[in-house]
C-alpha cells in the first residue's frame, strides 16, 4: 500500500510530518510518499533515523496555508503540495492520503479532485472524541457543514458506524443523536426529523444523547451537525485546558505545594494525553470517493506516526465501498418518507 | 420587597427550598412567600433557624413535576405551587418568583401567565458560566429556545447586557457570538445574519466567539441559540464531572496514592464548588413583562440562599422595564436591514 501524505500541511510542517513519517517507516510494511517541497524535506529526513526504503518523495512547489481562502487555493495553488497529494490519489499514484493543512481547502479539495461517493450529499469530518480511560467516540460531523437537514444526518450516523465497526474494530456500534433531552420530539425540526430517520436504519442507533453523557462514553459514534461537533471539540479542549490550568494553581498553594508539585510532575502530562485528541490518529472524511484523512494541525511527529497508523485500516478496510454500498438502504429509507 | 419562592420545584423540594429560604431571612431585609403544601412547608421550617417575621406562606395544594407536559400542566394544575406563585406574580403581590421545577412549564407559565415583553419575540433563559476561578459569564440562551431566528439572537444579546450591567454590575459588557470561527462571515445563515445585527447594535460586540474560548472567559455575554447553550452548558457539566473522576483514580493509585489522597481530600471539593453553576444563583428568564427566576432543579439549601440573594438586584433595578426601553433599538436595527 502507499499512502500519500502532505509534506506541508500544518503549524509544524515540515518538520513533525518528516519526522512522524520516519518513525511511521520503522513500523509498517507500507511506502509512505511525502509530498512537498523535496528539497526541504530531504533535509529534515536526514535528521532522523528512517527506513529509507519506504520513504519516497514527490515534489509539489507551493503550499496552501491556514491563511488561504479554501476554493481559491484549490483552484490556484495547482502545485501545492495539498493539490498534487489529492491528485496522485484520484490517479491511484496512492491508497490514502493524510494532510494537516486548512480544512476547508481539504474539504475543497477532497470535492473538486475526488468527488463525492455518488448518493452521499454531504462528506464529513469524523473526530475522535477522548473519553478519558476508556478509549474513544466517533464524532460526525466535527466540523465541515455547519448546516445540516436531516439526510445529511442519516449520512453521517452510517458513515461513522461502518468506520468505527470496519477501522476501529468495533462490533456494531452504537449511535446516538445529539440532543437537548433523551426523550423523542425534543430539538430542533431537523433533529426531530433525523430522529426518525436514524430510527429506521439498520444501525445500531440508541436514540438522542444530551451532551452531559458524552464525555462519559455515552455511544460510539456521536452524530451532530458540524456547527455543534466543533463546538463540542472545541469546548473540550478549552475546558480542559482551564481545568488542568486551575488544578496547577490550586495544587501548588498553600502548605501542601511541594507535595502537589511532585505529584503533578508525573500525572499531569498523563491527564493532558488522554484528552489530546490530536493524538489519537486524525480524522477521516467520510463521503469522498477515496480514502482522504485530516491530521489535527498542530500535530507533533507522535500524532503525525499515529494518523499514518491509522489511516491504514482505512485504506484496507475498504471503508469507501462499504460506504457506496449503504447508499441504496439511505436511499430506501429516504423513500420510504416520501411515501 | 417580596420574593415568591416556589416551595415545591426541584429535586430537593421542599426540604432544601425551605432551608434556603431560613437562611436567606437572617441575611436580608425583604419578605420572602414560599408557596406550596402549607402543612409540609410549616413543618420543615420549623427545622431551621429563620428570622420568621420575613418568611410567610401562600397555600398551594399541587406541584407540577418534571414528568410533566410543561403546556398541558400549566393549563390544568391551577392550583399548583408554580401556577399560584406566578399569578401572584402578576396580580402584584410579590415582585419577583423563583421556581427551581420543570423548566419548560416555567417558560410556558411565564408566557401565558405574565406574558413577553412587547416586542421581545422569544424570552430566553440566561444562564451563569463558571469561569474557573474568575467569576462568570452569562449564557444567554441557556435552552428555551432550541431554534432561533437572527432577531431572537439580537434580543438575546441586548437583555443579557442589560442583566450583566444591571445586576452582576459589569460595565459595558462584552458580547460575544457562538460561532465555528473568529472570522466574519463564518458560520450558519442565521449566524451570519446575527452577526451583521449585533454589529449595528450600541452593545458591546466584541465578534464572533469560539467554544475552545468560552471556558477562559472570552466575554461577559455569551450569546447563541438554546440549542447550543445547552450543548455548552451540558458538556460542561458532565466534562468536569469525568475529569474530576479521572484525577481522583490517577492520584489515589501507585506509589503516591496516600499523598494524592491527603492533597485531594481539600481541594477537590474548591475545584467542584468553581464549576457548580448551582451555586451562582439561578437563571433569570429575559423579555417576560415580570422577573422570573429558573433556579437549578438540584440546588441545595445553599444554592436556593444564592437564587434569592440575586433575584433581589433582577427585580430592584427594574431589568424588565430596562428591556422594555432597549426594545425600540432593536426594532430600528431590523426595520434598517429591510430597507
Known amino acids: 500500500m502507499k499512502i500519500i501524505l502532505d509534506g506541508m500541511g500544518g503549524d509544524n510542517a515540515p518538520e513533525a510530518i518528516v519526522e512522524g513519517a520516519a518513525m511511521a517507516s520503522r513500523l509498517v510494511n507500507h511506502e509512505i510518499i511525502i509530498v512537498g517541497d523535496e528539497k526541504r524535506i530531504r533535509e529534515e529526513l536526514s535528521?532522523?533515523?528512517?527506513?529509507?526504503?519506504?520513504?519516497?518523495?514527490?515534489?509539489?512547489?507551493?503550499?496552501?496555508?491556514?491563511?488561504?481562502?479554501?476554493?481559491?487555493?484549490?483552484?490556484?495553488?495547482?502545485?501545492?503540495?495539498?493539490?498534487?497529494?489529492?491528485?496522485?490519489?484520484?490517479?491511484?499514484?496512492?491508497?490514502?492520503?493524510?494532510?494537516?493543512?486548512?480544512?476547508?481547502?481539504?474539504?475543497?479539495?477532497?470535492?473538486?479532485i475526488l468527488g463525492r461517493v455518488q448518493g452521499i450529499d454531504r462528506p464529513a469530518i469524523a473526530s475522535a472524541y477522548p473519553i478519558m480511560g476508556q478509549g474513544i467516540s466517533l464524532l460526525v460531523d466535527a466540523g465541515a457543514n455547519a448546516e445540516c437537514k436531516p439526510n445529511n444526518l442519516l449520512e453521517f450516523a452510517t458513515m461513522?458506524?461502518?468506520?468505527?465497526?470496519?477501522?476501529?474494530?468495533?462490533?456494531?456500534?452504537?449511535?446516538?443523536?445529539?440532543?437537548?433531552?433523551?426523550?423523542?420530539?425534543?430539538?430542533?425540526?431537523?433533529?426531530?426529523?433525523?430522529?426518525?430517520?436514524?430510527?429506521?436504519?439498520?444501525?445500531?442507533?440508541?436514540?438522542?444523547?444530551?451532551?452531559?453523557?458524552?464525555?462519559?462514553?455515552?455511544?460510539?459514534?456521536?452524530?451532530?451537525?458540524?456547527?455543534?461537533?466543533?463546538?463540542?471539540?472545541?469546548?473540550?479542549?478549552?475546558?480542559?485546558?482551564?481545568?488542568?490550568?486551575?488544578?496547577?494553581?490550586?495544587?501548588?498553594?498553600?502548605?501542601?505545594?511541594?507535595?502537589?508539585?511532585?505529584?503533578?510532575?508525573?500525572?499531569?502530562?498523563?491527564?493532558?494525553k488522554e484528552v489530546d485528541y490530536s493524538e489519537y490518529g486524525g480524522a477521516p472524511i467520510l463521503g469522498l470517493k477515496k480514502p482522504v484523512v485530516k491530521m489535527h494541525g498542530s500535530s507533533g511527529a507522535n500524532g503525525v506516526k499515529n494518523t499514518i497508523l491509522k489511516a491504514i485500516p482505512f485504506a484496507e478496510e475498504n471503508v469507501v465501498s462499504k460506504i457506496q454500498n449503504s447508499v441504496v438502504e439511505i436511499e430506501e429509507i429516504l423513500i420510504s418518507e416520501q411515501l
Open 47 to 112: 535528521k532522523h533515523k528512517s527506513d529509507h526504503r519506504k520513504i519516497s518523495l514527490a515534489h509539489a512547489s507551493e503550499a496552501i496555508t491556514s491563511e488561504d481562502a479554501p476554493v481559491r487555493a484549490v483552484r490556484s495553488k495547482k502545485d501545492s503540495s495539498m493539490v498534487v497529494g489529492l491528485n496522485m490519489l484520484r490517479d491511484g499514484k496512492g491508497d490514502v492520503f493524510i494532510s494537516g493543512g486548512n480544512t476547508g481547502a481539504l474539504m475543497a479539495g477532497g470535492l473538486f
Open 160 to 272: 461513522g458506524s461502518i468506520y468505527m465497526e470496519k477501522v476501529l474494530k468495533v462490533k456494531s456500534p452504537t449511535v446516538g443523536l445529539v440532543n437537548i433531552g433523551t426523550e423523542e420530539g425534543k430539538g430542533t425540526t431537523v433533529i426531530k426529523a433525523a430522529h426518525e430517520l436514524l430510527s429506521k436504519s439498520d444501525i445500531n442507533f440508541i436514540g438522542n444523547v444530551e451532551a452531559r453523557e458524552i464525555p462519559k462514553g455515552a455511544c460510539d459514534v456521536i452524530v451532530c451537525d458540524g456547527f455543534v461537533g466543533n463546538v463540542i471539540l472545541k469546548l473540550t479542549e478549552g475546558l480542559a485546558w482551564n481545568i488542568f490550568k486551575l488544578i496547577r494553581a490550586k495544587f501548588t498553594k498553600g502548605a501542601t505545594a511541594k507535595m502537589g508539585a511532585v505529584l503533578l510532575g508525573g500525572k499531569m502530562k498523563e491527564l493532558r
